[in-house]
T-cell receptor
Framework: EAGVTQFPSHSVIEKGQTVTLRCDPI?????LYWYRRVMGKEIKFLLH????????ESGMPNNRFLAERTGGTYSTLKVQPAELEDSGVYFC??????????????FGPGTRLTVL | AQSVSQHNHHVILSEAASLELGCNYS??????LFWYVQYPGQHLQLLLK??????LVKGIKGFEAEFIKSKFSFNLRKPSVQWSDTAEYFC?????????????FGSGTRLSIRP
């Protein structure tokens, strides 16, 4: 079974440019999450999709960040315009829809974003 | 609000030493707890998790963790570490009332094992 994949693995852009990150969850997983780790700090939640709907976007830092999950499959996270403080590693995770207790989230390798 | 704190930023041990990484969480309700590990160049992966029942949880690669509710702690232990345990370890929590919710991570502990 293929794991969570993310593209690109690295991105270096200049301040003011736009970048789009992509996440392909494990096939059949309804839940898709985005997290971010700024250097040296904790991994922080950004948002959660259930299928194509945003379930929780309380962690999105500001309106320069736009996440989509058309069709409930892969997701994109666009940063426009990028600022220096957006640099970090962006992780995607997915989990199946299982009732009862919090299910395991499976993480992708992350996209390292550097804004110069 | 939920939070997770890890006591050690960087731990250095020799092979065969015993390991204990501290973790405390802050949440008033039912909580699910996790330890994730990220080996160099690899994905974050689940080491072990606690949902309910026996507070002593066994994970992969000989790791275990003990949930102590009165202390709000979930420390990770291994009796004898190996060089291959060099990695970054993250303690995390999530509310227990939902099957799918955001995970709150601690800041991570980098473990270096001297061969």
């Amino acid at each position: 079974e293929a794991g969570v994949t993310q593209f690109p693995s690295h991105s270096v852009i200049e301040k003011g440019q736009t970048v789009t990150l992509r996440c392909d969850p494990i096939s059949g997983h309804d839940n898709l999450y985005w997290y971010r780790r700024v250097m040296g700090k904790e991994i922080k939640f950004l948002l959660h999709f259930v299928k194509e709907s945003k379930q929780d976007e309380s962690g999105m830092p500001n309106n320069r960040f736009l996440a989509e999950r058309t069709g409930g499959t892969y997701s994109t996270l666009k940063v426009q315009p990028a600022e220096l403080e957006d640099s970090g590693v962006y992780f995607c995770a997915s989990s199946p829809e299982v009732s009862g207790h919090t299910d395991t989230q499976y993480f992708g390798p992350g996209t390292r974003l550097t804004v110069l | 609000a939920q939070s997770v704190s890890q006591h050690n930023h960087h731990v250095i041990l020799s092979e065969a030493a015993s390991l204990e990484l501290g973790c405390n969480y802050s949440y008033g309700g039912t909580v699910n707890l996790f330890w994730y590990v990220q080996y160099p160049g690899q994905h974050l992966q689940l080491l072990l998790k606690y949902f309910s029942g026996d507070p002593l949880v066994k994970g992969i690669k000989g790791f275990e963790a003990e949930f102590i509710k009165s202390k709000f702690s979930f420390n990770l232990r291994k009796p004898s570490v190996q060089w291959s345990d060099t990695a970054e370890y993250f303690c995390a929590s999530a509310p227990g009332y939902s099957s799918a919710s955001k995970i709150i991570f601690g800041s991570g502990t980098r473990l270096s094992i001297r061969p």
